[in-house]
């Protein structure tokens, strides 16, 4: 039997819809069903490339006894966390809070009025490692419904004062300093691990936007120990497992210390953030290694995340048909000494794995190896192992691909886009700015309604039906902002413009913090409010950062009062514990730094003008924007009253309300950058 899912547009979803489940999506109705009913809500959140719900899903969910189980006594609601990042941050916190710990996938049983009294993750069909099986768990739940209600009752009040009581105090206490960043790199270099690059042990995740921090305040300050940790992390991430050695791009985590073995499922915004700092690294070093991760990790997102409409999928799958029918983590990136020989020949595999440390006994499972990159090919090799990597991708793209989850996410988008447009322009490949640019229209054509308010995913070019959140608006406007800079296009600032007029009227608290949602949005239990960067920038430091840009393109004193504001939680958070605020670490890097305001002028066929816009573009000084265009042009409010010099090309930077002389000689506008 088809459940009510069948009509949903998250990939998430629709894998539910054949379940013998009785499924309702996140509604009002399915709580008015539970309270008709007098029973309680069984809350399911998950997302299509988690490895353990796909486990439970299979063990209980196509279940039939379990399935009755459960439509006898509760009413099933299933949550894709992606669609809903609000509903799933709420009870998630409540978890966290119950058990010490949290993950997905997410069980929460739940009052009819949406009130959490009981909690898990994963539960295993039959009883093991001590956990009860799912089955018990719901005889459970159904038990105390029935007998002790009171209590059940008394619980889930507690939890949500408890929730209500959680607000955050953070903010008004003034912007981060030179004191806290200085203290905030000093607690990165005592979680370093100086031997394998990375932070604190396994698993071991891609710190992306500490690196961004730590660049940005090597670009500030000239830090050589900032630099170093960055460029070593870089590289060991780029060089293990963790790193597509053949088409590119950076699985979510490594299972061990030395970035060696993946949890293979493939994320757009972790690749999306990891472009821009393997970009960013290279402007700070030129290291070739960097400029080459930047652009594989480029065009694996144009090449296995972009969808027809022009915006780029949210996930690639960890497991996939090994072959035999079962369906296995990693089978399609590992590889085994047999593999090798069977697609090269005994010579070049004996090669391949020497290059890549495939071993006999494997260093994954089942005796296969991930590649890696243990040492850099000499010269004399370089095209063999080309023509090596060539046939081995040739032979993996035979293999069953990992299953991919094809909806639009507003946020990532965002992440994509700035990311695209820089690479882009850096390495002089406009086709990744026209696939940026792409990717912008969608959101405006499909996420954007006619007030600029923004739609959180999108499907085959059908907008969902769930509201952008907070870091949708900073992130989009983020990669708007990028967008901006890179084309000299200034209606790309405009429609930041937009985002960020809501998010100032729409998500501001008290004493400059932000909320997750609307002061329109559906209400929860709890209005979410999540400062840390997790595995993206949280949205409130994303939009710190986003209103800080757009302060300095546009001389606005409210959009700069709104950034300051929301930096006063990297006061509180930085020096105390760095790595989950890195993004905001970023943002004050910016902040101390002007950031430097910098508008070039002149004829856009002139080769100076290129010339000064180029380096412009390599700036290594921390959040630096740029508009570029004709003088007087209407396009950037930064290009007013700036005339050419001497009839020819100029640049003219401005930082903290004072500016320059302008100049017109690219070698004197490197040295002020």
Avoid at 127 to 138: C, K
């Amino acid at each position: 039997m088809a459940n009510r899912l069948a009509h949903e547009t998250s990939p998430y979803l629709l894998q539910h819809a054949d379940n013998p489940v009785d499924w309702w999506p996140w509604s009002a109705e399915a709580f008015e069903e539970a309270r008709r009913r007098d029973v309680p809500v069984l809350l399911s959140v998950g997302y299509s490339s988690c490895h353990w719900c796909h486990v439970m899903a299979h063990e209980s969910f196509e279940d039939d006894a379990t399935a009755a189980l459960v439509n006898e006594n509760f009413v099933a609601v299933k949550v894709d966390r992606e669609e809903r990042p609000d509903v799933d941050a709420v009870y998630m916190e409540a978890v966290q809070a119950a058990t010490g710990q949290g993950g997905w996938p997410m069980t929460v049983f739940l009052t009819p009025d949406a009130a959490p009294f009981y909690f898990g993750t994963y539960f295993p069909p039959e009883p093991r490692h001590g956990m009860p099986s799912f089955p018990e768990v719901l005889e459970g739940v159904k038990g105390a419904w029935a007998d002790r209600r009171d209590e059940v009752g008394e619980v889930a009040e507690r939890i949500v004062k408890d929730l209500a009581g959680r607000s955050l105090a953070y903010g008004g206490d003034g912007v981060p300093g030179e004191e806290e960043l200085a203290q905030a790199l000093l607690g990165l270099t005592r979680e370093y691990d100086a031997t394998r690059g990375g932070f604190g042990g396994a698993p071991k995740f891609p710190p992306s936007m500490t690196l961004e921090f730590l660049l940005r305040h090597h670009g500030r300050t000239g830090s050589e120990g900032a630099l170093q940790m960055a460029a070593d992390t870089c590289e060991a991430m780029a060089r293990g497992g963790i790193y597509d050695q053949l088409g590119g791009g950076f699985a979510r985590y490594a299972v061990d210390r030395a970035w060696v073995v993946p949890h293979f499922e493939k994320m757009l915004y972790d690749n999306a953030l990891l472009c821009r700092v393997y970009a960013h690294l290279w402007k700070a070093t030129g290291s070739d290694l960097a400029r080459r991760v930047a652009l594989e990790t480029a065009d694996f997102l144009v090449r296995e995340l972009r969808t027809p409409e022009g915006g780029f999928a949210s996930a690639l799958d960890a497991d996939s048909d090994d072959g035999t029918g079962r369906h296995v983590e990693g089978a399609y990136y590992a590889w085994t000494p047999d593999q090798l020989t069977e697609v090269l020949g005994a010579e070049d595999a004996a090669l391949a794995a020497a290059h890549y440390g495939v071993t006999e006994d494997g260093t994954f499972e089942h005796g296969s190896s991930v590649l890696q990159l243990p040492q850099e090919a000499g010269p004399a090799d370089a095209d063999r192992i080309a023509s090596i990597a060539a046939r081995l991708l040739a032979a993996r793209e035979e293999r069953e691909r990992p299953g991919r989850d094809d909806k639009v996410v507003a946020a990532w988008n965002g992440l994509a886009i700035a990311a695209l447009a820089e690479t882009g322009a850096l390495f002089d490949r406009p086709d990744l700015v026209e696939r940026a640019t792409e990717a912008a229209d969608l959101l405006v054509r499909v996420h954007m309604d006619e007030s600029a308010r923004l739609t959180r995913t999108s499907k085959d070019g059908r907008a969902g039906t769930n509201d952008g959140v907070l870091e949708d608006y900073a992130d989009v406007a983020e990669g708007f902002l990028a967008l901006a800079a890179v084309t000299g296009e200034g209606a790309w600032l405009d429609f930041a413009g937009f985002l960020l007029d809501l998010v100032l009227d729409r998500f501001t608290a008290e004493g400059g913090a932000f909320y997750d949602t609307a002061h329109d949005a559906e209400a929860l239990i709890r209005r979410p409010q999540d400062p840390t960067d997790n595995a993206a920038p949280s949205g409130w430091t994303a939009a710190a950062g986003a209103l800080l840009s757009y302060a300095a393109h546009t001389g606005s004193d409210a959009h700069r009062a709104a950034a300051e504001g929301g930096l006063g939680v990297v006061k509180a958070l930085g020096p105390r514990a760095p790595r989950f605020i890195g993004w905001g670490l970023a943002v004050s890097e910016a902040l101390l730094d002007g950031p430097r305001e910098i508008a070039v002028v002149g004829a856009s066929g002139d080769a100076v003008f290129q010339e000064l816009r180029r380096t412009a573009l390599l700036a290594t000084a921390p959040g630096a924007v740029l508009a570029s265009g004709a003088p007087d042009s209407e396009e950037f409010p930064l290009l007013k009253d700036r005339p050419l010099v001497a009839g020819g090309p100029a640049a003219y930077v401005c930082r903290h309300f004072t500016c320059d002389a302008p100049v017109t000689d690219p070698e004197a506008l490197r040295r002020k950058l």
